[in-house]
Each structure stands twice: as structure tokens, then as C-alpha cells.
């Protein structure tokens, strides 16, 4: 299994452009979630999905977009990238035993200029 | 609003030394607390959790210890080790309409030194 799966690593946006991170596992999990993770911030809740078709907000859902045609990807765009977007993010999947062992990709360093 | 909170920011301990770190949270629906580490580069990993109707949790060097009448929980690492240098996360599990939902604390910088 190659667990959960990120592209790209590395990404540098002007303010104002759109783009989309991809996240896909191989594991059949059913919930899957995405995080930023910012110096002193801890990790932060974006968007989350308990299941193909089903999505809901986090923490910090403003400027992102998330949807779940299938159990493997789950994708997050960024609508119009600004400097405060400037993050790691991280995706994360879980068996649908409420979300407890939580699974986390490598991540995607983001820079916005 | 911080849902839990994480001490300290940061910490340095001797090789063979322990580390404690702690975490507090106000929310009693929480009902499963894990720690995840951290390596630079790298995505959180799950160490060891915790439900709070155990007091102890021991797995290896790894500790963590939940008092439930305080709301507070610490991570204890024995004998501690340069490879254990990393950062650390204490997270709690949402219940009810937050059901499965991770809300981590800010992160403990651990460094060992040899």
C-alpha cells in the first residue's frame, strides 16, 4: 500500500491564482481530512469527508473547496490564493472508526507571493 | 477559541532524561486523546493514544498519563533519545455534531541532546 499520497510537494502561486491539491489513498478509508499546519499554530481543520459524496467545513474553511466523487481522492482548491494561504498542508485518512487513527500524507509546502 | 492547549512550545532534555509534555482541554464530548510526532519533512505520525476511562497508558518509553477530573493529559518519554527529538502533538476526538473531528494542540518542539 502506498498509504496517502500527495502532489505536488512543493508549489509556489501568485496572489490571485487558483490551483489543486491532490490527496488519494489506497487504503479504502472512508474519512478523509485536510490540514494546515503554520509555525506556533498547531494543525488546523480545512474541510473534511466521512465518505464519497459528503463533505463538510473545519476550522478554517474560507478560500478552499473540497469534493469527494470517490473513496480514494480527495482534492482541495484554492479559489484565488493569497499570502495568508502560505502553509503546509497535510491530508489525512481514517477508517470510519470515527476518525480515530488518522493516517497523514507527506504534505504540500505552499507559497503564495 | 483553542480547543486544546499544549505546553511547553518547546523543550530540551538530556539524553537518558524524561520529557514531559501536557495538554489541557475544556470540552467533555472529547472522548479519545492520542499524541501524533513529527519528523521535519514529514506528516504527523500516531505515537499512543488514550480514552478517559483509563487513567495510564504505557507503550514502550512512551507514556501518557490522563487525570479526567482536570481535563488534562501528558505525554511522558523515558530514557529519552536523540531520535526522539521531533515535534509533538496532543489531539483530541470530537464527539456529536464535531464526530471524528482532530483538534490538535500547538506542538511541542522536543530536542535531545546526546
Known amino acids: 500500500n502506498a498509504g496517502v499520497t500527495q502532489t505536488p510537494k512543493f508549489q509556489v502561486l501568485k496572489t490571485g491564482q487558483s490551483m489543486t491539491l491532490q490527496c488519494a489513498q489506497d487504503?479504502?478509508?472512508?474519512?478523509m481530512s485536510w490540514y494546515r499546519q503554520d509555525p506556533g499554530m498547531g494543525l488546523r481543520l480545512i474541510h473534511y469527508?466521512?465518505?464519497?459524496?459528503?463533505?463538510d467545513q473545519g476550522e478554517v474553511p474560507n478560500g478552499y473547496n473540497v469534493s469527494r466523487s470517490t473513496t480514494e481522492d480527495f482534492p482541495l482548491r484554492l479559489l484565488s490564493a493569497a499570502p495568508s494561504q502560505t502553509s503546509v498542508y497535510f491530508c489525512?485518512?481514517?477508517?470510519?472508526?470515527?476518525?480515530?487513527?488518522?493516517?497523514f500524507g507527506p504534505g504540500t509546502r505552499l507559497t503564495v507571493t | 477559541q483553542q480547543q486544546v492547549k499544549q505546553s511547553p512550545q518547546s523543550l530540551i532534555v538530556q539524553k537518558g532524561g524524561i520529557s514531559i509534555i501536557n495538554c489541557a482541554y475544556e470540552?467533555?464530548?472529547?472522548?479519545?486523546f492520542p499524541w501524533y510526532q513529527q519528523f521535519p519533512g514529514k506528516g504527523p505520525a500516531l505515537l499512543i493514544a488514550?480514552?478517559?476511562?483509563?487513567s495510564e497508558k504505557k507503550e514502550g518509553r512512551f507514556t501518557i498519563s490522563f487525570n479526567k477530573s482536570a481535563k488534562q493529559f501528558s505525554l511522558h518519554i523515558m530514557d529519552s533519545q536523540p531520535g526522539d527529538s521531533a515535534t509533538y502533538f496532543c489531539?483530541?476526538?470530537?464527539?456529536?455534531?464535531?464526530?471524528?473531528?482532530?483538534?490538535f494542540g500547538r506542538g511541542t518542539q522536543l530536542t535531545v541532546w546526546p
Open positions: 489525512a485518512s481514517s477508517p470510519f472508526d470515527r476518525g480515530r487513527n488518522k493516517y
Open positions: 487504503m479504502n478509508h472512508e474519512y
Open positions: 469527508s466521512v465518505g464519497a459524496g459528503i463533505t
Open positions: 470540552n467533555t464530548a472529547f472522548d479519545y
Open positions: 488514550i480514552r478517559p476511562d483509563v
Open positions: 489531539a483530541a476526538l470530537g464527539g456529536g455534531s464535531t464526530l471524528g473531528r482532530l483538534y
